[in-house]
T-cell receptor, first 113, second 110 residues
Framework: KAGVTQTPRYLIKTRGQQVTLSCSPI?????VSWYQQTPGQGLQFLFEYFSETQRNKGNFPGRFSGRQFSNSRSEMNVSTLELGDSALYLC????????????FGEGSWLTVV | GIQVEQSPPDLILQEGANSTLRCNFS?????LQWFHQNPWGQLINLFY???GTKQNGRLSATTVATERYSLLYISSSQTTDSGVYFC????????????FGKGTLLTVNP
């Protein structure tokens, strides 16, 4: 069974641009969540989706947004990129969230210059 | 929100040695997972263990939920065990969200 797939794996953007990251969960998993990892802040929760509904959101500015499609695939978007948005963005999936095992993808490395 | 503390922050071992990593958390949890982050950044799931004890080869984990801590044991360590180990928890008060500790950086020397 395929794991969590994230695209693109690596990207470089310029300040002020926007970026969209994609995540395909494990087949049969309906919960998708996103995390940001930086050396200074560690791993921080961005948001979680289940059946196209956002159920929880972390403490990030409105420039960070996401959505989930009917096939459970998810995208996250960051608008007006700042240098501090440079990070590893990790997507995770689980059957339904809330006490289920969570599996992570390989991540998308974003560099903002 | 829930607090997660991992110790030690850094650990250096010789190949073949055993080690214990600890994770303390500040509230009751309905999910606790241990992860190993590989050099390419992926978080590899080691254990889903909100309570009890599990073993998988040279690795085992124990969570004592009533005392709010979990331990990860690595026996006969190998150089490939090197990397960062994270404990992450989900509490009832923060549904669908994992809160991570800062991790333990393990270095296993040949």
């Amino acid at each position: 069974k395929a794991g969590v797939t994230q695209t693109p794996r690596y990207l470089i953007k310029t300040r002020g641009q926007q970026v969209t990251l994609s995540c395909s969960p494990i087949s049969g998993h309906r919960s998708v969540s996103w995390y940001q990892q930086t050396p200074g802040q560690g791993l921080q929760f961005l948001f979680e989706y289940f059946s196209e509904t956002q159920r929880n959101k972390g403490n990030f500015p409105g420039r960070f947004s996401g959505r989930q499609f009917s096939n459970s695939r998810s995208e996250m978007n960051v608008s007006t990129l700042e240098l501090g948005d440079s990070a590893l963005y990790l997507c995770a999936s689980s059957v339904q969230g809330g006490g289920n095992t969570i599996y992570f993808g390989e991540g998308s490395w974003l560099t903002v210059v | 929100g829930i607090q997660v503390e991992q110790s030690p922050p850094d650990l250096i071992l010789q190949e073949g040695a055993n080690s214990t990593l600890r994770c303390n958390f500040s509230d009751s949890v309905n999910n606790l997972q241990w992860f190993h982050q590989n050099p390419w950044g992926q978080l590899i799931n080691l254990f889903y263990i909100p309570s009890g004890t599990k073993q998988n080869g040279r690795l085992s984990a124990t969570t004592v939920a009533t005392e709010r801590y979990s331990l990860l044991y690595i026996s006969s360590s190998q150089t490939t065990d090197s990397g960062v180990y994270f404990c992450a928890v989900e509490s009832g008060g923060s549904n669908y969200k994992l809160t991570f500790g800062k991790g333990t950086l393990l270095t296993v020397n040949p």
